[in-house]
């Protein structure tokens, strides 16, 4: 069954570059609701213990070296069949393949560095969000 929330973040490239506004009107164009959002910075424990599922996978220092270099803009969405239609909405994670008009093909610069990051669950929606936000910080 599919719950009506997801999570994101707004990644440290798409920061860096100036893209949170641009990015974040096309998610609520979208039909998605801000319930919870925040600018914060990982630190090296918090994106290695985000990450643990990748800790054996050749790119994971590089992974964690990238998501602690600068800011990020972490948020829970709301919308029906919100998990499934916001991975539509961010396209592959190579912006070279994804889908005109998707997120990562209008912000994302290469597979490392891809602007936006979405949770591929419904379970990783709730564990992900759970990791960035307190309970009373999610409306």
């Not at 949170?20 to 213990?49: C, N, Y």
């Not at 069949?81 to 998707?102: H, K, M, Y």
């Amino acid at each position: 069954m599919s719950t009506n929330r997801t999570f994101t973040m707004i990644k440290p490239d798409a920061v860096e570059k100036g893209h949170i506004g641009a990015i974040l009107d096309k998610i609520t164009a979208s039909g998605f609701k801000i319930v919870a959002m925040k600018m914060t910075q990982m630190s090296l424990r918090d994106a290695s213990e985000f990450y643990a599922v990748h800790k054996e996978r050749p790119f994971f220092g590089e992974l964690v070296s990238f998501m602690t270099r600068g800011p990020i803009v972490a948020a829970v969405l709301e919308k029906e069949n919100a998990v499934e239609d916001f991975r539509t909405l961010i396209g592959s994670t190579n912006p070279a393949q994804a889908a005109e008009g998707t997120l990562r093909k209008l912000f994302a610069t290469s597979v490392g560095e891809n602007a936006v990051h979405g949770s591929d669950s419904d379970e990783n929606a709730e564990i992900e969000s759970q990791f960035h936000f307190a309970g009373r910080e999610i409306f």
